[in-house]
Every structure is written in C-alpha cells, then in structure tokens.
C-alpha cells in the first residue's frame, strides 16, 4: 500500500459520489469528503457518519428527498486496484449548511438498528421443524438478509445441538432475542454486517486466509495490549479488516500471535491527505481451533 492513489466513493441509493485523489479513477464527479464507519462483532447495529464537501444543488436536494425513504448507505473505500465495501446501512439522516465557503452534507447511517431495536415474530412450529426454516422466518421479520447463515449451519461444528428441533415450538416476541435465543442453542455467535446476517461457530473467525498484520503490511504505529487482553492496533485502510476475520499480528512490542478481530473504526479524511486508517480491536486466537 501507498500514501497515494486513495479512493473513496458513497452511494444513497442510486446516486453515487466519489473521491479519487489521482483523478483517474472510475468516479465522474470528485468530491472531498470524510467519514467514520464503527463496526463490531457484538449482535448491535454498526453506524456510518459522513460528510461530503461541496455537493452541487441538485444533488444537495435529492439527498435531503431521500432521508425519510428508507433507502441504502454505501461506502466503499481504499487504494487503487484494492478497494472494496466498508459499509452498507440504511439512511438514517441527513442534512447540508454552509461552513464559510464550504458546502457540507452530513449524512448518518445505521446497519439494520431499527430492525434490531423494533422487528418482532410470533410463530409456532411443528416438533421436526428445521432449524433453516425458523431462522429464515426470524429474518424475514427482521427485514435482514441471510447472509452466509445457511452455509454456517450446515457446514459447522453442530456437537452442541441438531440442526431440528424434536418438539413443537413457540418464537414470539423481539425477533433479536428470538435470534440470539436460536444461534445459541446451536453453538453459534452472530452479528449484522452489511445489511446480511453473519454467523461464526462460538470462538472461531470467519473462513478465509489470515491476514498478515506487520510494519510491511500497513500496520502503524505500535499494538498495545490493555488490562482486558484486548489487542488495539492502527492500520492503513484494508477492507478485508473485517469484525470476525483472523489475524496474524507481529511486532518488536508484542509476540507474534493469532487474534479474531472484534470491532473496527474506519477513519476517512480527504482533508490533507491524513487520514486512511481503520483501528482495530481483536482477542487473542487460537488457530488450533480453527483451520486456516
């Protein structure tokens, strides 16, 4: 990676604003912009606030229509031949006031925080129901997609629990409870990312390589370790720094060891070329569990 050859592109909707700071990039229209992406592990909304400077009028209008329609943040962000999605959420609000000469838009977003505080069910299902079928049901109500849920299930360690339930049964009421109620009963831990739910069996990362966390790879600064364990690290922006995959960290101040990322704070600023990071906070992993 490089200081150069930045790229940062939002789409609400179907309109789509970019940053290229090599101007030679995919986007029509390059804008300046910031934002900041929080994401985690834990079965909570991840948020987005952003702001783009200088949008013309129209576009100023057509984003202010839109706050109340219920339509889709996405921000996808890196260097140039790696780039991928940091987030996607629904518009939660935004608004435009002039700083000086500057247009601002501020925009905020959450992934699925309404459905997770206000989406219920209320179902009854016969003894031999799958376990399929009922998650399905729970997310339908939810309004969330399935994400790699059906492969998780199918595919992962099921000593805990069968993948039916012998006896008749009853999900009524918060349909996150409902959720967390079911994935746990099969030894499954999940969050929301991207709109789509992701499941992991309990203590293990997403399938996937490794991700090499060095000097040479992005890493900046130092790791530190806190009273809680946890492993705090800045990097130049990666998207395939995810809440859930696993890394390999190495560094003078700490062992080289295997760590699951468990929340990531995205930090975009187009303001002086500074900052491209995302932070990262990540437990320590035992790759013997797991097969990398």
Known sequence: MTLWGRQFAITVDDIRFGIDFMNDGPYAETLGGQFQVSKTLEPEANTANLAIYNLNKDHRRQLNMLASTGVFVEIEAGYIGNTGRIYRGWLRDVYSQKDGPTWVTAISSGDSEDRLAKARTNRAYAA??????????????????????LSAIRTGNLREAGREFINACVVSGSSKKQLERLLKSIGKEWSIQDGELQVIDRGTCL????????STTGMVGSPTVGNDGILRFRSLLNHEIVPGRALQVKSSEVSE?????????YTCDT????????????????????AF
């Open 128 to 149: 031999g129901t799958q376990v399929d079928d009922i998650l399905k049901d729970v997310l339908d109500d939810m309004g969330v997609g399935l994400g790699n849920a």
């Open 207 to 214: 399938p996937g390589p490794t991700i090499r966390i060095d």
């Open 257 to 265: 060891a295997y760590y699951r990322a468990e929340r990531c704070e």
């Open 271 to 290: 303001a002086g070329g500074k900052d491209w990071y995302v932070d990262v906070e990540a437990a320590l992993y035992v790759p013997a569990l797991y």
